[in-house]
């Protein structure tokens, strides 16, 4: 079962604009991750945000949490090259915080 | 530098052979996972581990066991190997739940299976 979905699938954008992938749940959580994975690598941790909280930053990285719409958006600013890869956003659930549940992922390509 | 090691990148098995995918992790985690990660599915909860020898299912444990013996070491055993658990194997641990380093992943084994 998938508990969030990213959109979009892909996004290829110029380097140096901004990108900005959302991602929609479906249960109440507890709080959502977003990572990033390289082309046939593991997955990197970016940032997690708790349910009580609406915008946290790291870096260039900004995400937002609107948990009465169930959806969260991470904003990348100043797209490099090496932010190419796939990004996911992964929930907990409320009645069961121990293991978390990842979307299939958004594609992100940034043209030099 | 912390990490989750996972003895094989690539491996290539036949149809019916016992499969053992290691995973080891040196942050001294409570929690590891196994998740299993194929196109347009994104990745799939096998099996979690809260402490040494315990277990509990995931998503799709179907083919699938677990071993932890050690707290760094958590095993994944694919009893007799099919052609449709070909796929990308990432394990991971963590702390807690909540904890704000997320999970720490390795990087990967690609299986396919013949």
């Known amino acids: 079962s998938q508990q969030g979905e990213e959109d979009p699938q892909a996004l290829s954008i110029q380097e140096g604009e901004n990108a900005t992938m959302n991602c929609s749940y479906k249960t109440s959580i507890n709080n959502l991750q977003w990572y990033r994975q390289n082309s046939g690598r593991g997955l990197v941790h970016l940032i997690l945000i708790r349910s009580n909280e609406r915008e946290k930053h790291s870096g260039r990285l900004r995400v937002t949490l609107d948990t009465s719409k169930k959806s969260s958006s991470l904003l990348i600013t100043a797209s490099r090259a090496a932010d190419t890869a796939s990004y996911f956003c992964a929930t907990d659930a409320s009645s069961s915080a121990s293991k978390i549940i990842f979307g299939s992922g958004t594609r992100l390509s940034i043209r030099p | 530098d912390v990490k989750v090691t996972q003895s094989s990148r690539y491996l290539v098995k036949r149809t019916g052979e016992k499969v053992f995918l290691e995973c080891v992790q040196d942050?001294?985690?409570?929690?590891m996972f196994w998740y299993r990660q194929d196109p347009g599915l994104g990745l799939r909860l096998i099996y979690f581990?809260?402490?040494?020898?315990?277990?509990e299912k995931g998503d799709i444990p179907e083919g699938y066991s677990v071993s932890r013996e050690k707290k760094e070491r958590f095993s994944l055993i694919l009893e007799s190997a099919s052609t449709n658990q070909t796929s990308m194997y990432l394990c991971?641990?963590?702390?807690?739940?909540?904890?704000?380093?997320?999970?720490?992943f390795g990087s990967g084994t690609r299986l396919t299976v013949v």
């Open positions: 942050m001294d985690h409570e929690n």
């Open positions: 581990s809260y402490d040494v020898k315990m277990k």
């Open positions: 991971a641990s963590n702390r807690s739940p909540s904890s704000r380093y997320g999970y720490t």
